[in-house]
Antibody
């Protein structure tokens, strides 16, 4: 059974940092592109970033470029999102998602809430 | 970036109704479109990919159609479990993925 379990969310002050993790199981993690998708309270879905199977290619939505960094450790079956210089508008539930045979998302984690507030 | 526009934003319907949701892309995305269902407090669930391919385990009352810039998600006979928010997502370019704003299907 495919499972994606996020952790690391919490309350952080504006300008602060946080590192999210996603533990994957039930599939060959190193064979899939992975993404982070977020959802602000009461709002729609926003793709944040994705990373190629071997980590050699990464893409970001413009609003997070230079502040958020996606990475992965295939030996640990884990996906990460390093979040720096956080802003109030980064407040959201962050989901880890697996890309299917193309770049749609066939499996999602349960999400972890990040709140940026003083 | 490709913008995705869904309509309506809210839809009121009754059990048994046929429901159609529209998603329009700002430029052609061929058939690189997916549909998701999301219930409150839960992660989205994949329903349709490549515009019209039904994900395994998804009831056949869900169907998708379209290509280019205009797409539809149809629920042939709305069931109580289908009251949720639906999102489209384009994946024409893997370096810039975008979702529609969502359509909330409410009980009439």
């Amino acid at each position: 059974e495919v499972q994606l379990v996020e952790s690391g969310g919490g309350l952080v002050q504006p300008g602060g940092s946080l590192r999210l993790s996603c533990a994957a199981s039930g599939f060959t993690f190193s064979s899939y592109w992975m993404s982070w998708v977020r959802q602000a309270p009461g709002k729609g879905l926003e793709w944040v970033a994705n990373i190629k199977q071997d980590g050699s290619e990464k893409n970001y939505v413009d609003s997070v470029k230079g502040r958020l960094t996606i990475s992965r450790d295939n030996a640990k079956n884990s996906l990460y999102l390093q979040m720096n210089s956080l802003r109030a508008e980064d407040t959201a539930v962050y989901y880890c998602a697996r890309a299917g045979t193309m770049d749609y998302f066939d499996y999602w984690g349960q999400g972890t809430l990040v709140t940026v507030s003083s | 970036d490709i913008q995705m526009t869904q309509s309506p934003s809210t839809l009121s319907a009754s059990v048994g109704d046929r429901v159609t949701i529209t998603c329009r892309a700002s430029q052609s995305i061929s058939s690189w479109l997916a549909w998701y269902q999301q219930k409150p407090g839960k992660a989205p669930k994949l329903l349709i990919y490549k515009a019209s391919s039904l994900e395994s385990g998804v009831p056949s009352r869900f169907s998708g159609s379209g290509s280019g810039t205009e797409f539809t998600l149809t629920i042939s006979s709305l069931q109580p479990d289908d009251f949720a928010t639906y999102y489209c997502q384009q994946y024409n370019s893997y370096s810039s993925l975008t979702f529609g704003g969502g359509t909330k299907v409410e009980i009439k």
